[in-house]
């Protein structure tokens, strides 16, 4: 396996070969990959956003014609796929037999498919294997330099991301092994794998994510960035909010009542998250954090730029 490339200097954060952007389900994650493939394309790299499973959910967003396993451009900028264990392993096995009736022949009868299907992890190491063969040099070529992957919610990501280390592991020789272990290198890498986790500022999307966190850090060492999204944007202080609602005046104070409890809510997740996220050598508190806004009334594309623009700081973070 070749040395695995390293940060642009212009790039920082978003400058490494894998992106994965994962969090608890229907926190946005799925906006924020395409904002930060957008972000890498306008910094000049060639960008593909992987959707991990059977179904794409940008071929609806983007209103696209199709989005399936062979890569198509977005109209951002950036390139656009969805990579399912079963596609990717597919065209892996494919790559080496050369013909199409061998691979029939060995996983398309009921029995093998029915193993392949069982088999532990070999699906989610299928879809790693496939994101990170341009790098490796392994399988049709993949030439892209940043590939940002919207991953399933977190408890299938740290699956995900433990299944190249445990096949290798517990195979040890032979080319499955090979192959796990470097994938599993490649995870580890500090320069070629960074880590997205998507938030809202509510206390079980918050605590989920702390966890999370901790779980690849501890694991993976991979670098991890955070963001805090639908932030909801009030001109007025809690305190103001608070003298509002403390007015009779009906339906307003009612309203105002309300914004104060999401205000007050917001910024006390937002305090938990930023306190998880400060490094040990005590760099600016919010280094790791980043914020967007909540948006309201916009077309999917501007949505993807807006929360592009929010993410910007991650372009000169390292």
Known sequence: ??????????????????????????????????????????????????ETGDRSYFKDFLELPAVDHSPRASGLGFDVAVWSGESCLREYVLHLLKLERLYKLFFENKVMRAL?????????????????????????????????IDMPATGHALAMFRAPGGMAEAIQ?????????????????????????????????????????????KEFGMPIRVVANRKLDVDLTLTELEELRSVKAGEFSEYAGGLANV????????????????????????????????????????????????????????
């Open 1 to 50: 396996m070749s040395e695995p490339r390293t940060v642009a200097s212009s790039g920082g954060f978003i400058a490494r070969p894998f992106i994965f952007v994962s969090g608890k389900g229907g926190v946005g994650k799925s906006l924020v990959a395409a904002a930060l493939a957008a972000a890498s394309a306008r910094n000049g790299r060639k960008t593909l956003l992987v």
């Open 116 to 148: 392949v299907n069982v088999a532990p992890g070999l699906s989610e190491i299928a879809i790693l294997g496939k994101i990170t063969s341009g790098v490796r040099k392994v399988g049709p070529p993949l030439k892209y330099d940043t590939i940002v």
């Open 173 to 217: 020789i032979g080319p499955i092994a090979l192959h796990s272990g470097e994938i599993d290198k490649l995870l580890r890498h500090r320069e070629s794998s960074a880590l997205v986790i998507v938030s809202l500022l509510e206390e079980l999307p918050v605590a989920e994510t702390k966890e999370f966190s901790q779980a690849v850090s």
């Open 263 to 318: 205000v007050r809510v917001q910024s006390e997740q937002l305090e938990v998250l930023r306190q998880s996220v400060r490094s040990e050598e005590n760099e600016p508190v919010d280094a790791g954090l980043t914020v967007i806004p909540r948006m309201f009334s916009m077309e999917p594309k501007q949505m993807i730029l807006k929360a592009e623009e929010a993410l910007r700081a991650l372009w000169t973070s390292s």
